[in-house]
């Protein structure tokens, strides 16, 4: 690929490793992909405990792990302009041509795009997530989001109805927003060498144990499966942490369910497959989801899933692969059943090559990289016309994301007469021949 083709990314977001997840999975694998692709890829995020300054990954990918400690859930503190020297300093030095931010909930990602768009750069916007209308939280969360998709270039949204949902909440034209479903590494997650035997039924959990993943589901649900297959003819593993773990470890005691449940606690990401693999049945009981990853890696491992209905997770797989359930605990139960019943027709290994057939890491980089050629085509807007931008977002925001706007402008304009763009000193491309790429290829991204 010639150097005129060849983007340099800048990936932004508060979520990123050693923190496991599906935004920081997407991430990295999306970055790799992208530098098998020839381009130049960096990674933004805050620091993580004792882990700050720059660091190298597989493949050459850097990473910028900025001395701001995360605040709430992961998140840094807004600042609004108490990033943009480092920032802007990260921008210059490695050259960047493009900034991708992830995630509405990243507090570094909202700041990061709107301090390269002050700058001049193109940005490119991936929500991984979906939100509501009603409460006090999202409507706070979709004007600060209306506030930056209102002068971003591209979106991207991991699924149909995610568009859908962003599109509504920030007011985004849909011609501006891809569709661009998230993969997963098969290499990774395979199915057992030998297919388990169904004398006994194991039915995984792995999941953040909070009432958005649908704790509480479970704490009515388990019960219920073990009481219509008495004989430890079903048995469940639950794998993760939250505060609703205290929920069912006291369903467990009550219902004398110890030797049919095990809890496993936090599960780390190395470890997921090898719990996978030991289960017939992958359940997700998760009150919203934009995609979710998690049905990809079980279905991966040749599991089952029976899921409940809800946001994206219809689009994930195909009907022969999955068994929906409304978020109720009875249509789960029943739903369970099912799966129970054709689980004979299963054939993991079979399940395992259909799944890298249809999601592959390198067939998204190829889509992102689409996205990003119209970023880089969209023109160039003085402050005046990105002004107008911010005017459709109400009668009192439209002056304040103005001024925050103006602000930011003049900012900049001080940092440029502070230390001049010549006077950072750029950082040199690292980039490894391609024969250090042939392990990750045959990882099978």
Known sequence: MGDQKRHKILMVSDFFYPNFGGVENHIYYLSQCLLKLSHKVVVLTHAYGNRSGVRYMTGGLKVYYIPWK?????????????T?????????????TLVHGHQAFSTLCHEALMHARTMGYKVVFTD?????FADVGSIHMNKVLQFTLADVSQAICVSHTSKENTVLRSGLPPEKVFVIPNAVDTAMFRPAPEKLSQDEIVIVVISRLVYRKGADLLVEVIPEV???????????????????????????????????????????????????????IFLNSSLTEAFCIAILEAASCGLLTVS???????????????????????????????????LPKIDPQVMHLRMKKLYSWHDVAKRTEIVYDRALGCPNQNLIDRLS????CGS?????????????FLFCRLLQLWQPTED??????????????SEFKEGGM
């Not at 991984?128 to 509501?132: T, V």
């Not at 950072?424 to 790429?437: G, K, T, V």
């Open 128 to 132: 991984h997530s979906l939100y509501g």
């Open 70 to 82: 995360p605040f709430l859930m992961q998140n840094t503190l807004p600042t609004f302009y108490g």
């Open 226 to 280: 073990c009481r219509l297959f008495p004989n430890d003819l079903v048995r469940f593993i639950v794998g993760g942490d939250g505060p609703k773990r205290v929920r069912l470890e006291e369903m467990r005691e009550k219902n004398s369910l110890q030797d049919r449940v095990e809890m496993l606690g936090a599960v780390p990401h190395a470890r997921v497959q090898s719990v996978l693999i030991s289960g017939h």
């Open 389 to 392: 931008r911010y005017l459709p």
């Open 84 to 96: 943009l020297p480092i920032m802007r300093t990260i921008l210059i030095r490695e050259k960047i």
């Open 308 to 342: 409940t209905r809800i946001g994206g997770v219809p689009e994930v797989l195909p009907n022969d692969m999955i068994v929906l359930a409304e978020p109720d605990p009875s249509d789960m139960v029943r739903a369970i059943t099912k799966a129970i019943s054709i």
């Open 424 to 437: 950072i000193e750029e950082a040199p491309d690292f980039r490894l021949p391609n024969s250090q790429y």
């Open 396 to 408: 009192w925001a439209d002056k304040l994301f103005c001024l925050v706007m103006i602000i930011d």
